[in-house]
């Protein structure tokens, strides 16, 4: 495999400095970050210990008393000055999240654009955060007020390294937290980017703090006595892990799993477009998205509809309107799931495996895939996927095709298409899902609505985004107060 220095060696960003990993017993541990397109290895990237976490705390706690002094309407200046920064140097942040990630530009494009979004909705926050106050009896005032946490953690999967990371950052530094986050391991360079901009906006030193590795990380951050609250976005399985061992040393912990999606297709949805949002929701980011189509429940006669998806995913070419998936383990994961539900029976519509890019034959490529008659046992049914592929399973009537979305053990997302909104509202209020489309495939919430699922798709209490962050990010405070000596002495003095 041929090595293309494209990009300087990873560093961590401690208190407003790039520095190298702490030289101790992982002195020599470093892994390749590859790019996905064409497979060539564009850098390197050191797998930090706890020291480096340790360092990173310091830097955060060190930074918390005078970044939390500051008020609202000060903190957010700098967020007003940092999206400004992420529109001026969009092209160059879509490159680099492509350079990583591997989708195509246009994708790319919106996930920067998602994260100006963030950032508007946490400028945003003094208009919101509104303190409580009342006289509560002659002369006592009772006031509620929200006060950072301390230092929180974000922690961050390979599928959107620049919008993810923008879920949890704008909105936790603005409520006055400082913080440590680590990136994937796989898509280390948009995140660096991002600590050089927010110092370019003013950002203080020590507010805002990468520390890069994989597990070891982790566990550091989980175990860490002074990190208060502990932010993770991922897998169910390594969910779960953070959720557990996070909670173990009493943060508070949200933790954002995998998913299954389920789209019920009704006979009288309108073909054209269903078949469009289908086909897109199931190949966008090469089906690498929490939100993707991954189960289409066909209730009764919809072989018209079908029809319609192949002939609209044939336009999609991988390496042109389809980008690749994040590495060669992901493009043998995903073949096996295709092969698996060809020997049990599932017949394959469209079959994505065994793809080439001419020019980018290195690159990890699986095109649009279809695979009809799945039956609930199948792991293609069950299991998340994560690539451009579409298990049909065939209901009778809309019991039965809620039955088979609320048997998933995830609970994302759940679309439904129809013209009636009578069957509409009935999946509406029958899908066992955190967000839930009509005509739409990607029912992505935006700004000011929370983003989080439901089930094992999403452990602890609130969501990530949108006002249900503004709980998790801060504490209250109340405070009694009573200035008036002539006030009337009763049973709250
Ligand atoms: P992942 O769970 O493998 O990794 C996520 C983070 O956990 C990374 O920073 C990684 O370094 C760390 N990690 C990995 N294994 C670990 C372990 N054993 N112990 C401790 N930490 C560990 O996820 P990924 O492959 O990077 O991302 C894809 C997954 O993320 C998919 O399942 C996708 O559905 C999910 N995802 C969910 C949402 C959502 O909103 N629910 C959003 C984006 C992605």
Same mark, same amino acid.
């Given at each position: 495999m041929k090595t293309i220095a494209k990009q300087p060696e990873v560093k961590n960003f401690i208190d407003g400095k790039f520095v190298p990993i702490t030289i101790g017993?992982?002195?020599?541990?470093?892994?390749?970050?590859?790019?996905?397109?064409?497979?060539s290895i564009i850098t390197t990237l050191p797998l930090s210990t706890y020291d480096d976490v340790d360092k990173a705390v310091k830097a955060a706690e060190k930074a918390f008393e005078s970044w939390s002094s500051k008020t609202l309407k000060e903190r957010v200046q700098i967020f007003f000055r940092y999206r400004t920064l992420l529109e001026e140097n969009m092209d160059e942040l879509t490159k680099l999240v492509q350079l990583e990630n591997g989708k195509t530009y246009g994708e790319a494009k919106a996930e920067v654009e998602k994260s100006m979004e963030l950032c508007e909705f946490a400028v945003s926050?003094? $208009?919101?955060?509104?303190?409580?106050?009342?006289?509560?009896?002659?002369?006592?005032?009772?006031?509620?007020e929200r006060k950072p946490l301390g230092v929180v953690a974000s922690i961050t999967p390979f599928n959107f390294p620049n919008m993810v990371p923008h879920w949890t950052m704008p909105n936790a530094l603005v409520l006055g937290n400082t913080m440590v986050m680590k990136p994937s391991e796989i898509v280390p360079l948009s995140t660096m980017r991002m600590a050089e901009l927010l110092k370019?906006?003013?950002?203080?030193?020590?507010?805002?703090?990468?520390?890069? %590795?994989?597990k070891e990380v982790v566990e550091a951050i989980c175990d860490h006595p002074n990190i208060k609250a502990v932010s993770f976005v991922g897998s169910t399985k390594v969910a779960k892990i953070v959720y557990k061992r996070a909670s173990s040393t009493l943060k508070r912990c949200v933790a954002l799993g995998g998913a299954k999606n389920h789209l019920l297709v009704f006979p009288d949805a309108n073909p054209d477009m269903t078949a469009s949002n289908v086909v897109a929701s199931m190949t966008g980011c090469a089906g690498q998205r929490c939100m993707a189509a991954s189960v289409m429940v066909g209730v009764d006669k919809v072989q018209h509809i079908i029809d319609k998806m192949v002939e609209e995913a044939k336009k999609i070419i991988p390496g042109e309107n389809? %980008?690749?998936v994040i590495s060669a383990e992901a493009k043998k994961r995903i073949e096996n799931y295709i092969a698996e539900a060809e020997t049990n029976g599932a017949k394959i519509l469209l079959d994505g495996r065994n793809i080439t890019v001419p020019g980018k034959e290195g690159g990890f490529y699986v095109g649009p895939t279809i695979i009809d008659h799945v039956t609930i046992d199948m792991s293609v049914a069950r299991e998340e996927i994560f690539g451009p592929v579409i298990s049909i399973i065939r209901a009778k009537n809309i019991d039965e095709a809620i039955e088979i979305e609320n048997g998933s053990n995830y609970g994302n997302a759940a679309a439904v298409f129809t013209q009636s909104g009578g069957l509409a509202k009935e999946v509406m209020e029958r899908a066992s899902a955190g967000m839930i489309g009509v005509n739409i495939g990607v029912p992505v919430p935006r700004e000011p609505f929370s983003f989080g699922g439901w089930n094992e798709s999403k452990f602890g209490v609130g969501d990530i985004t949108g006002r249900s962050s503004i709980e998790f990010w801060t504490q209250n405070k109340k405070t009694t107060t009573k200035w008036n000596p002539?006030? $009337?002495t009763n049973w709250m003095s």
């Open positions: 017993s992982n002195e020599h541990a470093s892994m390749d970050v590859m790019n996905p397109i064409d497979g926050l003094p $208009q919101i955060v509104v303190n409580e106050v009342q006289e509560v009896s002659k002369g006592v005032e009772c006031r509620i370019e906006a003013g950002l203080p030193d020590g507010v805002f703090n990468l520390v890069n %590795g994989g389809l %980008g690749a002539e006030a $009337q």
